[in-house]
């Protein structure tokens, strides 16, 4: 919190307003969201989604009409530290590598928004 708070006052400074442009020079603040969503993920079964076809996926049959949940929030316990630095320097959108938002062709169509909501609010509330 402290940390992120001294990047705010910095990039900020006291005499005006948090602003959305404001969200690109803060690298560390982005990170602690990042390393949020990773362990508190606001779907944790993302959205549920249902197979058009049989399907062989890593040696399962999965027949046509199942329901597929993908456990995000499990996945991202591991590790169960709060550790922001980890994402320092990646971007949100890289393949897999934080699935709050979903993955691939069907991942959130939102996530420029939220982005920028959750940044939003949160640098203001801090600053
Ligand atoms: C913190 C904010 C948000 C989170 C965590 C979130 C998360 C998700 C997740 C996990 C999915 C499913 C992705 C998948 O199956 O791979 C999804 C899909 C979707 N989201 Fe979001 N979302 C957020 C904000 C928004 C916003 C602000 C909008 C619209 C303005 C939005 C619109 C959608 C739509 C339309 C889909 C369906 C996309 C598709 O099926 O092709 N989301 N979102």
Redesign the pocket.
């Known amino acids: 919190m402290a940390k992120v708070k001294t990047e705010i006052s910095k990039a900020v400074g006291p005499n005006r307003k948090f602003e959305e442009s404001d969200i690109e020079n803060l690298p560390y603040m982005q990170a602690v969201m990042k390393e949020s ?1 990773r362990l508190h ?3 944790p079964f ?2 549920p ?1 249902e197979t058009i076809q049989d399907t062989k996926f890593m040696g399962y049959d999965v027949p046509k009409g199942t329901q597929v949940l993908v456990n995000a929030w499990v996945i991202g316990r591991d590790p169960m530290s709060f550790k922001p630095d980890r994402f320092l320097g990646s971007k949100l959108d890289v393949h897999y590598e934080l699935i ?5 062709r ?6 420029p ?2 982005h920028r ?2 940044h939003f609010s949160l640098g203001s509330l801090l600053h």
Do not use: D
């Open positions: 969503l993920p606001p779907l993302l959205i989604r709050p938002f979903g993955a691939g069907r991942m959130c169509v939102g996530l928004l939220g909501m959750m």
